[in-house]
Structure formats: C-alpha cells, structure tokens
C-alpha cells in the first residue's frame, strides 16, 4: 500500500525523502505543492524532475478526505460529510461569518465521553483520525470553496479553525498537535494561531499544552458545581472542577499573552439554568479571565433534556453581564441542516 504524505509534519517530511537518497531541499517543495498549491498529483508538480514525481507516484499518495455530501444552509453554513480511506465518515462546517468564517473540524470518529447532551456522545467511539485525516478536513473544505493556493490571511474566506467537531480533541493529543502545527505552518496552510480553537470537555492533563502550541481554549463547563456537571458529563468524575480549574489556570500562565478562555455553557432547563446557577458559575471561575459564550441546547430526537426558554437563557446572560463579564448568547447556525453544535453524527446507516 502508498504511504500517505499528507499528516506528515515537515520534518518527517524531509526524513521520508532523505531516506529516498533526495536532497533535503525537496521537501520544502513538496511542501509547498501539498500546503501552499493544494496539488494532489504529483505529475502536475511542475518544479519536481520527472524521475521524481514517478518515484513520489511509486510509493506516496496525497488524499484530501472525500467529499461524500455538502449540504448549504440558508444562513451560509456549508456541511459536508467527509469520507476517509477506510469508509468511515466525520461531519465537518463551515460557518460563514460577514467576510471570513470558521471550518469546524472533528478529531475522531464518534466519541468515548458520553454526554448526555450530546448527539456525537450517543454515537460509539470507533476510532482517532490520523494528524493527516484531520488537517485534510480543512483542505477539503478548501476544495469545496475553491481557495487554493492558500491566500494571504486578509483575502481568504477559511480563516479560522475551529477543533469543536466530533470527538474528544484531548484524547487524540499527538494527532491533533501534529495537524495544528500543519495547519499554522507559514510555508503552506498558514493559517494564525491566533485564530485556531480547541474545544475540550475537560480533559486536564493535556490543557496546559494547549499554551505551548499558541492556540485558544475553550472549555465545555455547563455547570456550575460536580454534581451537576458529573450528572450531564462523565468525564467530571475523572476530571472534577477543582482539577479543571487548576489545568485552566496553569494554561493561562503558560500562554505568551494575555488569553482569556472561552467557557461554553449549554443551557438546559430547570438543569443548569436558574439564577444561582449563575452566581454559583461566576465564583468557580474567579481568578480566571473567562468569557462565556452561552448555547441554546440544540434538541435531538430521544435527548434526556430540554431547551431553557428564551426568557431562562437571557436571564442568565443579564446576572453574569452585571458582574461584566461577557455573555453572548450563541446564535444557531445551520440549524436547518443538523450542523449545529452537537448535532453531528455520522455513523452510516444511523443518520
Ligand atoms: N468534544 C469537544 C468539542 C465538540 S462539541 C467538547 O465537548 O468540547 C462542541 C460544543 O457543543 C461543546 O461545547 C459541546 O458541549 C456542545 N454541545 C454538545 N451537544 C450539544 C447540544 N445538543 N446542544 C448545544 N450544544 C451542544
Ligand atoms: Fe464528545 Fe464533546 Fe459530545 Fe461530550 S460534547 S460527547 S466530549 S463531542
């Protein structure tokens, strides 16, 4: 079978050519043809001597994830379903923000975590994605809009990443780093740190070196004390608030700047949403730089909970905006074509 070059870093890129007998400036080309041009066929890498591009054709293969279905919503969201190597299939988004957006992106097939408000969490875990499988969602949807050779930051349309798809990005922390540090490589995709997010349930241990690779954090908290959030989400047992909080401080002492942290806060009815909830919330983060962003519950068919009403949910955002701190509501995106957070699912047959 071809090895696949794509979900190589760079410098296991050049190790692979120089173990062919090849000069270690080929691969800053190659490179460049995978992550700058987007080009699949090495025949068409017109820098590369032909001898070269037949042996690369021999042994390699360069595959963005198959796009299976793109669906478009009426707001702009663009879904597709995406299809790798071995058939099995992730969701993956693009949401268009007024002149740039957002590509969610997911890090394993399915999820082990198990939330109870989660439609992903229903699903079994099957497996991780590779570093290559992940970043190639990005590509892909490069593809699908046509943004290939990778525009300069202030042009391009894919401008931001956002590691809040399927699966649980912490427990598949190699991978994931190795597809960030493509993604955010200047000589290719070069997409800014800046403006990449990793979501997690919480997850600690790996939280802290989140700061290391330069991007942002955002914590799925919706609760405000263990009993709750150890109710709604096992991962608590393992990692309760305590722990959470101490790996969400020691990130922002790590960070290079100032960095606040994302808190999501799923709001569900009579669960998590009354006024205490609020002030119970805003004394579990002190001493952190927070800001929430609060989401309505996307209802699935068969999910254990509620929606909070309108009336619930903005009641919540005015008490923790009293204390100044930011609360926007999220607003739905692709609600009409289940491309919503939380909604995604892709086992085959299950749909
Ligand atoms: N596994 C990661 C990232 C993917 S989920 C994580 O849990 O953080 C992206 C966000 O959607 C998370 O904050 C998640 O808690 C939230 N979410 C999950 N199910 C939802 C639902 N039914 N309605 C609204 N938000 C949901
Ligand atoms: Fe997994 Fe995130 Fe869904 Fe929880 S919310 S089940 S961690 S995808």
Redesign the pocket.
Known sequence: MKKELIGLGFDDLKKELVSLGEQPFRAKQLWHWIYHKGETDFFKMTTLAKPFQSRLNELYTVTHPKIVTEQNSVDGTRKWLMEFADEKQVECVYIPESDRGAVCISTQVG?AQG?R???TGTQKMMRNLTAGEIVGQFMSARDSYGEWPTPTDETRYLSNIVV??M???LCNFENLKTALLIATNGDGLSVSKRRVTV???GIAPYIPQLADLGVKLAV?L?APNNEIRSQIMPVNRKYPLEVLIEACKEYQKRCERRQFITM?Y?LLKDINDQPKHAEELMKLVDGLEVKFNL?P??Y?EGAPFEPSSNNAIHRFAKILESHYFAAPIRRSRGEDIMAA???LKSIKGKM
């Open positions: 999820c939330c408000f989660c439609h809040m798809g699966g649980e990005p979501s997690t349930s799925s919706h999501e799923v989401i519950f996307h699935w957070c939380g909604q």
